[in-house]
């Protein structure tokens, strides 16, 4: 739902290291713009044409098990784009400290690395999305107490907790009560529909929307346990947590004025809970990494849906989800390649589910890589393809370091879609871009 930012000025901050007797401080971040406006053909579409962005992170972690000195993480980023929407992000902002040499205990807003499967594909099932934009919706931790004992055996117990809710707030609507109307003011915020066809007329539609109350909103629990086993090379886990959906859901009731010619949706913002879990296994060694991993998601609720809903093109019916995939990476100084699959395993039918939110992906291939070219230059690319729905992801970047403060970066993102427009990405077809940008970093 809506979520109102006011504009920030920001700063820029780049790489510091700072190494103590026990412990090692970084301070990394930039300020920067860029324009998608190198063509005509692309990057036209309002809030894609240009933006600034600001990100800052500090970081204080410990070096040893056996002293007890806190640990102290702040990720924070900002973006502005070309409808002066500005929007925000704290991805993790907590302290932790160890208790004893085998415990450990972290408080604050923390990413839970539990799922490579739901970070890189960017399902946004565990942790909250950045989502600044869906070519790299990044992560944001979830609020809680998170405790961890390590056994000499190479056992690992983790337990999550918290009382606090905070959905995902990029990208966000614009709602005008006066008016009765939502839209959006960003090239990812798939607003619901403004008129619609009716039994052959084309009518209005006119939005409700129930503000809930905060305490209503914030104060929900989740509870989640990790148990593994680690060494030198393998790392294996399995987890499961109980939380509210990182997104809010809209129930939605649809009535038809067919006097006035309208329909008229009444919004009411649902919080619903969901089971989250799954089991990873993992092979690292020097500087090659391979993973296989598994995730299932199972909503706590059905609600009904009403058939109208379909008027308002809002898709709000809850599925069962299930994926698997797997992956070999091999990084280093000079470069990073990596290949990654995934499959969706629970059933998808368009056709009895058009109410259902379509996967963002099904039986999908990544090819990502990255090279350094001396000291000045790099190249890096990510492309993702869905055998089944034949959409494609296509990143290419290339950056240039003018000095040790000044750096040049330009690329492009180009979505394809398959051509009978159904699929999770035809909507943002338009949002690709041929950029040039600059940022300033010390």
Known sequence: MLRKFKKITVLGLTL?????????EVIDGHLGALSNQASEQVGNVPGNRYNADFEFKFHRSTTSSYRRELEKKFHVAALMNDQNLTMFSVQEAYVGGNLTSKDHLR??????SWSDVDKLWGFGKL????NFDYFTPGQEGLHGLLYERK???GMRYRGFLSGLYIPEMNPGLDIDKKNQTITSRHPWSDAPAQTAQVEGTLMDVKYDVQYPNISDVIFRYSVGTNIGWENKNWVFDNFYMRKPENSITPDVEVNVDFVQR???????PRFYYHDVYGSSLKYRNHDVEMYISGIAIRPNEYPDVDQRVRYTEIKNKKRREDYVGGGISRSNDLYTIGFNYVARLSPFDRNKDELTQDPRWNQALNFLGSRNFGRHYSLSADLKYDMLTTDRLVMFRGNYKVSR??????????IGTPTNGKSYWSPYTNNDAIYGGLRYVF
Do not use: K, P, Y
């Not at 510091?16 to 026990?22: E, H, K, P, Q, R």
């Not at 309208?262 to 009411?268: E, F, K, L, S």
């Not at 403060?405 to 180009?414: C, K, R, S, Y």
């Open 405 to 414: 403060d000044l750096l040049m970066n330009v690329g492009m993102n180009i």
């Open 107 to 112: 408080f604050g807003r923390q990413i839970l």
């Open 151 to 153: 056994s000499s055996n």
């Open 16 to 24: 510091v290291s700072t190494n103590g007797f026990s412990a090692t």
């Open 262 to 268: 309208t329909v008229n949706a009444q919004i009411d």
């Open 127 to 130: 942790n909250n999305r950045r």
